[in-house]
């Protein structure tokens, strides 16, 4: 098993390339399910969670031919079953996407209830209420959701009782091929929703009410889609991330292929912090700041504070002065990585879903271990600056989510290195 190993002390500079989003790429792949032509899909970062999705797609029988690390083409027009298989979704929740599109599709499927990170519930029951209420018939067995809609699902008004990222994915795919109008109330917003629903767009799916937290998805009655070339959007989590290692070093450096509007949130709590921000379309520079102030965050759905920003944002307010609170509202178990954090000396209590956390403590290296994806990358953002070495282990989360990130890392003058445990 890998793991990384860090020195702390150095300072970064030069710039960084963002690679594409996989909270985007997953997604956009699960729709190919509806495409009735071979797939382009470029800037598809190259990471676990993209690997393990066009596995599953393989599986199912789509044929895929990777032109780069980067770039697939996928053709799904000659699926040959419709189980997606457990030791295959037991390794990342997103699995859940191909649910949708399907039952949409084939009328018929067979999703084993999906694993990922343990960072709290994140219950399927909401997408499955919402197969049920466009015609499906649902049940549970043997770990597997068995699903059957033998008329076809159909249009229907889909109200959620909680804002769902995956959700919304999965109905906007099935409502894609469904018969009649859909409408989607208190549907997510992010950015990731707003791509997906330009692909379905461009594919000829009428859908109204692109960017609101309300979209009305007129399906084609069965017909696949004919998708066009798709272009997968800059990773606003890995620029954030990058932002976050600027800030704790207080370095100077730029992020190129990243869309500044996606990061609003975060850019302002930097700004917040004592920091400069420089923006072009495409660039963003963060500058040193003389003072590092201590803030308070609330994680909620986008255009808020994104709550994969706050374990980094955790990290950082272990350098900056005073006390800086963090509350955490959508999931109940992300806080895993305060433990790990503390083992490099950082000052954090807490308070049921509320950590306070005090800077000015040095921080020392330590063996520190990974919990979830974005825990991973707040100890490395913590060994950055820890006195002597960080080793920070069962890296596998991070490789889930981040392309390259110790070559990244490296290239902006960092001492890390990837190496195997003896």
């Known amino acids: ?34 495409c009735k032509n071979p797939l382009r899909i470029k800037n598809l970062p190259d990471v676990a969670d993209v690997k393990t999705l066009a596995k599953l797609l393989e599986h199912l029988g789509s044929e895929t031919k990777w032109i780069s690390p980067n770039e697939l083409l996928i ?17 990342m929740r997103a699995s859940i996407l191909v649910l949708g599109p399907l039952l949409s599709r084939f009328r018929k499927c067979e999703v084993s209830l999906p694993g990922g990170c343990a960072i709290g519930a ?31 699902l159909k249009g229907s008004d889909i109200v959620f009782d909680k804002i769902t990222v995956t959700g919304t994915e999965n109905v906007l795919m099935a409502a894609s091929l469904a018969k009649g109008v859909t409408r989607i109330v208190n549907a997510a917003k992010e950015p990731e929703i707003l791509q997906l629903c330009e692909i379905l767009q461009k594919a000829g799916v009428e859908i109204d009410g692109i960017g609101s937290n309300e979209l009305c998805v007129r399906g084609s009655a069965g017909e696949l889609l004919d998708f066009k070339e798709i272009d997968v959007i800059a ?69 808020g504070f994104p709550t994969d920003m706050q374990a980094q944002f955790m990290a950082l307010a272990s350098v900056c002065e005073g006390s800086s609170f963090i509350e955490e509202r959508l999931f109940e178990n992300r806080f895993m990585h305060v433990s790990e954090l503390q083992r490099l000396g950082a000052n954090i209590s807490l308070r049921g879903n509320v950590a306070k956390i005090t800077g000015g403590e040095k921080l020392i290296g330590a063996d520190v271990m990974a919990t979830d994806l974005r825990a991973s990358s707040a100890l490395i953002l913590a060994g950055l600056v820890a006195e002597g070495n960080t080793q920070v282990h069962r890296i596998y989360h991070l490789d889930r989510g981040y392309e390259r990130l110790e070559e990244k890392f490296y290239a902006l003058g960092a001492r890390i290195e990837r190496l195997k445990e003896k």
Request: hydrophobic share 40%; glycine share 8%; net charge positive.
């Open 1 to 34: 098993m890998d793991y990384l190993k860090i020195v702390g002390g150095c300072s970064l500079r030069g710039e960084v390339t963002i690679s594409g989003a996989k909270n985007s790429a997953l997604p956009i792949l699960a729709s190919a399910l509806l």
């Open 75 to 91: 053709s799904s027009d000659r699926i040959i079953h419709t189980k997606a298989i457990y030791d295959i979704v037991r390794k």
């Open 235 to 303: 990773d606003r989590i890995e620029a954030g991330t990058y932002l976050c290692a600027g800030a704790i070093t207080n370095s100077s450096i730029t992020l190129k292929n990243v869309i500044p509007n996606h990061l609003e949130a975060i850019i302002g709590k930097l700004q917040e912090i004592g920091f400069t921000i420089q923006a072009t379309s495409n660039t963003l520079k963060i500058l040193p700041s003389s003072k590092r102030n201590a803030f308070e965050i609330i994680t909620t759905e986008y255009p």
């Open 122 to 152: 994140r219950p399927v029951d909401l997408h499955i209420k919402a197969m049920e209420k466009m015609g499906a018939e649902i049940s549970i067995q043997g770990g597997y959701i068995i699903a059957k809609a033998p008329s076809g």
